[in-house]
């Protein structure tokens, strides 16, 4: 039993999201506490990202665009808006978009043979490059009247004193692991990452499982960008720069191996909370938070260094 | 014809070609007084997006570049107050060697792969540039603004920038050393089939190393170019530059998946770009829409190219 939990890659992930917690819980005290409510919060949004991210890693393959995808449906969310769509509508529009978007990024890399990392890489240009052009570098809001909606209202507010977010982050959460661990299509998502041409050859359709890896990404992408804008009131054009690299970071800290065919969607989100425990604690104890960034690059390659150099990791990293 | 065809650099040239000639009579000429800061801008990715596509070849990627970039800046300017500008110099392209050592040795002895070891890398030297710029800039002190070696990259030969000078050189050489040498040939060899050179006596670990090793130097050099012609270096100094440096290196020929490459393909994917984001300014687009272009090129080329392989059996 110890030792089954010893191999599995997530061990390293837990053991250091355990201390990194004490160690802040024990150094900041109540004003910790306080802030979990927030933590949580940033949490999910990331958290949410991150479940897509480590689909299409699972699977082999990359997404880059998810910074530019989220900032690009949250913007046509509240362009909608603006123009005076029903906000039912425009969510339903807007998560159609993000499917799509998740669509072409799958079909050019199946139906191509391109390797995705440079595919997303040309969305991610291409979606920050339209987000700046509409907004013009200026921060859209939503109207007024449409802020008192029952849909913005819901996705913005919170229940029982935490962020509605960190709810739908959880059940997501729950339904991923169920879709990857017990489902067909979970099962498929493992056996393309991690050969290929045994997944070919065993009669698994490989391009529709990888298209629908890259939707669930967009997708879900583009349900946190409304869910942020939606908690904000508005979006800015910088939204979501450099996310791409966060939740890659947080993928393979969560022991997701990084050439597919092997990791968890839960571990992944604990690694979008020890990113995230790292950068909130570092703030609340007054610490510099451009520290931030330099710890969060020798944690990552230092975790995935050590899990190279333990012994019975069969896994590939 | 078919072998050009068959030549990686086949796209961009035609592409560059295309579009000078589009800018040039869209702008009624006004697109050529242009040129020289046209040629300024490639000059400072050029030289980075060469490093990069060195390290492609070899089928390792180094998403530290811009960092290492600004970092190298920063070592530059803290150096040049204790010992004067040229041993600042050497420290600092010195330091941006050591940053590809450190890449090196973590991806190749700890078998880690190198886009985590670089993107680690780019977070770890982001911040510091970060915390010793204190999130703004740093600039040269003024007493060692006239100093003769900076004033050497800012200067013009025959009415060419040095800095367009340098990339120049560095093309011709590293084109060379690719085409023609034992270490080219290793490269490409190692980029190709890292276990079949190493049964005919190629160490892919020693090879990359050097590759990973020019890849940060080059990005250093490029580093304290700028910092000498433009006197400060800034904490965003750099962002992006991964991710255009490797859009220029696939438009300009290079493959992701390592093993053949080109050097001054890629050198014309920069000037593609750069003269995209002049000409686009002076046909009074917004500068949004050339990240946009960018995006949309970097797609197109690799449908492109895919169809193409087919079309010719090139080996790309």
Known sequence: ?317 | MKSFVQRPEASVIICVLLLVAFFAIGTHGVWFNSLPSVLRLTAQLGIIAIGQAILMTGGEIDLSVGSTFAITGVVFINAMEFMGVAPAMVVALGFSCLVGLLNALISVRFRVPSMIVTLGAMFVYRGITYLATTGSSISIPHELRADGLVLLFKARFLGVNASVLLLVILTVILAFILARTRFGSHLQAVGGNAASALANGVSPAWIKAKAFVLCSFLAGVAGVMVVAQEGSVYGTSGMKMELETIAAAIIGGCSMRGGSGSIWGPVLGVFMLSSLKGGLLLMGAPTSWYIAFVGAILIGFLILSSQLRKVVGAVV
Not at chain 1, 48 to 66: K, P, Y
Not at chain 1, 163 to 173: G, Q, T, V
Not at chain 1, 257 to 272: E, H, K, P, Q
Not at chain 1, 288 to 296: D, G, K, M, R, V
């Open chain 1, 1 to 317: 039993m110890i030792g089954s939990l010893l191999r599995r890659q997530e061990f390293a992930v837990v053991v250091c999201l355990t201390l990194l917690m004490l160690y802040f819980a024990i150094i900041t005290g109540e004003a910790w506490a306080a802030n979990l409510p927030s933590l949580l919060r940033d949490v999910s949004w990331l958290g949410i990202v991150v479940i897509g991210q480590a689909i299409v890693i699972i699977s082999g393959e990359f997404d880059l665009s998810v910074g530019s995808v989220y900032a690009f449906v949250s913007m046509v969310f509240l362009m909608l808006l603006q123009a005076s769509v029903g906000p039912y509508f425009a969510f339903i529009l807007s998560l159609g978009l993000g499917a799509l978007i998740g669509f072409l990024n799958g079909y050019l890399t199946w139906r191509f043979r391109i390797p995705s990392l440079l595919v997303t890489l040309g969305f991610l240009f291409v979606y920050r490059g339209l987000v700046e052009y509409v907004t013009g570098g200026q921060t859209l809001i939503i109207p007024t009247d449409i802020q008192q909606s029952s849909l913005i209202q819901f996705l913005g507010g919170k229940f029982l004193g935490l962020h509605i977010s960190i709810y739908l982050c959880a059940a997501l959460l729950a339904f991923f692991i169920f879709t990857m661990s017990k489902t067909q299509y979970g099962n498929h998502v493992y056996a393309v990452g991690g050969d290929l041409n045994a997944a070919t050859a065993t009669g698994v359709p490989c391009g529709a499982v990888k298209v629908r890896t890259f939707m669930i990404s967009s997708m879900l992408a583009g349900f946190t960008g409304i869910i942020t804008a939606c908690s904000l009131n508005s979006v800015s054009t910088t939204t979501g720069t450099a996310m791409e690299f966060e939740a890659i970071a947080a993928t393979v800290i969560g022991g997701v191996a990084l050439l597919g065919g092997a990791g968890t969607v839960w571990g992944a989100v604990l690694g979008v909370f020890t990113l995230l425990s790292l950068k909130h604690g570092l703030i609340l104890d007054g610490v510099n938070i451009f520290t931030y960034q330099l710890l969060l690059g020798i944690v990552l390659v230092s975790l995935v260094a050590l899990r190279g150099l333990l012994p019975n990791s069969y896994v590939r990293t």
